[in-house]
């Protein structure tokens, strides 16, 4: 591994990198350390057959450095095939907060295939071993959700990077066919909602069954969910107030619907001129 200083444009992004570079808050910040310090923590780089580097590690630092009016940049030149770059690309990012759940499904996947390449043993508990070992402090089978990810089209893996649509219906989506998807991005639009965990085993099961079409998800999707049902909540503590010391929640509760009971009567006899 050497270090020197190369001009940015002999810098080239990796390629299918999953992460994106994002202007926000943090960017701003590191702009503005990199125009007080300069790059304190050099790229990791590799040398491309056609010429100039490879960034494996260091994709928003270059993008600082260009907004910062930098024309150089300090970079580790290391020796190392595609899967090791991948696997180092991968790992150097996984750390930060600000991760989609569609970058670490690309990431996982890609991590994962670059394992299985380095390996050469890609059988049985080998697969699961390499699974559990992706990111420190999540399991293989959590892994495997994030990658199942990567099966939803484009624009409804946007809405769970929205966080328009929950992590578990949007795995269970994942295994309808691409029209289905399309079917059910259509109904998701018009209707203005997104697939509850329960709604969406039952696509998956249909769609196993080629018996979902589009009026099969018009209607699951248009089903009132339980969490839509309108309700008006108290405290009990509120409550006690108005009741006899002792009262249970479930005795508070008959009183107010009798009393509430009363209430209905006496407006319909005053609608009634009684």
């Not at 009183?255 to 006899?269: A, D, M, T």
Request: glycine letters at 4%; proline letters at 3%; aromatic letters at 6%.
């Amino acid at each position: 591994m050497s270090e020197k200083i190369v001009n940015i444009s002999e810098l080239h992004e990796f390629k299918d990198n999953p992460y994106q570079v994002k202007d926000n808050e943090d960017m701003e910040d590191l702009i503005e350390s990199i125009k007080e310090y300069g790059v304190i923590e050099p790229l990791i780089v590799r040398n491309r057959e056609k010429g100039g580097y490879e960034i494996v590690s260091g994709h928003r630092r270059k993008y600082a450095c260009e907004k910062a009016g930098k024309t150089e940049v300090p970079v580790l030149v290391r020796d190392m095939d595609k899967n090791m770059a991948i696997i180092t690309l991968v790992d150097s990012n996984l750390q930060r907060s600000d991760i989609l759940p569609s970058e670490k499904a690309f990431a996982y996947k890609m991590k994962l295939e670059a394992e299985k390449n380095q390996s050469k043993k890609t059988y049985g508990h080998n697969v699961h071993k390499s699974r559990d070992k992706i990111a420190e402090g999540i399991s293989g089978r959590q892994v495997q959700r994030y990658v199942r990810l990567t099966e939803l089209i484009r624009p409804l893996l946007q809405l769970v990077d929205n966080n328009k649509m929950a992590m578990n219906p949007a795995v269970e989506i994942s295994y309808l066919k691409e029209q289905e998807q399309k079917d059910l991005l259509e109904t998701i639009e018009s209707e203005d909602c997104t697939p509850s965990y329960p709604q969406a085993i039952r696509m998956k099961e249909l769609s196993k069954q080629n018996k979902l079409d589009m009026d099969t998800i018009f209607n699951i999707m248009t089903e009132q969910k339980a969490n839509q049902k309108e309700q008006i909540k108290f405290k009990v503590e509120n409550l006690k107030g108005y009741f006899p010391k002792g009262y249970s929640a479930k005795q508070m509760e008959d009183v107010i619907e009798n009393l509430l009971k009363q209430y209905k009567q006496r407006w319909k006899n005053r609608d009634l001129g009684r």
